[in-house]
DNA sequence: CCTACATCCTGTATGC
DNA sequence: TGCATACAGGATGTAG
């Protein structure tokens, strides 16, 4: 499940490789509608037909293609990926979108469960309204944390988890920022003290760079380039480690659900 | 304001 | 062995 550090990956591999290339077709080789996420397959290659790809970025999990002219921006979701060779016949069921360059060679979009999206756009307005702040940016400080917890009553897993208050992070590294700082993820924002606050916003910001050093973390789906794996999965400290001793306190990690999201924490370490 | 739940999908794992 | 069902989850929309 690419979050932040996956999807910067996936970043850094495409850039120098797509800059400068001009599209020639699009293709859908699924025929999966679902994911032109604004308009049709006609209207995505009407918008993109000619087009020079000027730069490649990340704004939370979304990544930027900066066009000559408008923007085409691609949501990962759970399984999609970017192959950058030719796919096995058999893999084209799995393909719901392709990019043919004018020099011959080809972007594919690999997405097992469908849920990755393709966006066209004039201007990124809409994203901004959508997602909060970088997380690895200076604008997360732990004043700002701090204020925007005291401002809510939300569970804090959820409320980490919202792009709209922190744009990147996921499943795998809230559990893990949350378990660094002894937060438990069921605790009420406005409750969380000054401390552990501070805790919270140093351990966000040093779980998701060294996750960006080690390439992400490949739990099942996730990889990037010829099918590179990410090697963060062995420095992960409490997600997946289900009856497995606690790192720190070598009490038993238990699952739980919050918010339908399978979470792991330690019963000891994260008191509510 | 906040939480729960359904929806979109399909490979993998589990149950009988 | 094989079939049927459950499960995983990011984002969004609706309901309570």
Redesign the pocket.
């Known amino acids: ?3 932040l550090p996956e999807v910067q990956t996936v970043v850094d591999f495409l850039k120098d490789k797509l800059a400068g290339k001009t599209i020639q077709s699009v293709q859908s080789p699924n025929g ?1 509608k ?1 994911v032109f996420e604004n308009g049709s397959l006609a209207n995505y290659r009407t918008f993109l037909y000619k087009r020079q790809i000027q730069s490649i970025w990340r704004r ?2 979304f990544i930027i293609m900066e066009l000559d002219s408008g923007f085409l921006l691609f ?1 990962l ?3 999609g990926r970017f192959i950058l060779e030719l796919p096995n016949k058999s893999e084209y ?2 393909i719901s979108f392709q990019l043919k360059f004018n020099d011959g060679s080809n972007l594919f979009f690999r997405d ?4 990755g999206r393709a966006y066209i756009c004039q201007n990124l307005e809409w994203l901004e309204d ?1 997602l909060g702040i970088e997380p690895l940016s200076n604008h997360l400080t732990s004043t700002w944390l701090y204020q925007q917890l005291k ?5 804090m897993k ?2 980490l ?1 919202d ?1 709209r208050l922190i744009a990147g992070l ?3 590294y809230v559990d893990e920022a949350l378990w660094q700082a002894k937060i438990h993820p069921k605790a ?2 406005f409750k969380i003290g000054k401390v552990r606050c501070i805790k919270l916003c140093l351990a966000i910001k040093d779980i998701l760079s060294s996750a960006i050093k080690y390439k992400g973390t490949t739990i ?1 789906d996730y990889s990037y380039g010829s099918n590179k794996k990410g090697r963060f999965k062995k420095e992960l400290k409490v997600f997946g480690r289900i009856n497995k001793p606690c790192l720190r306190c070598s009490m038993s990690i238990a699952k739980i ?6 979470t792991y924490y330690c019963k000891k370490c994260q008191r509510v």
């Open positions: 499940m690419p979050e999966y679902g939370g999990k949501h979701r759970m399984t069921k799995y097992t469960r469908k849920f959508r401002q809510r009553r939300r569970m959820p409320l988890m792009q996921g499943n795998i009420i924002s099942i659900f919050v918010s339908q999201r399978g």
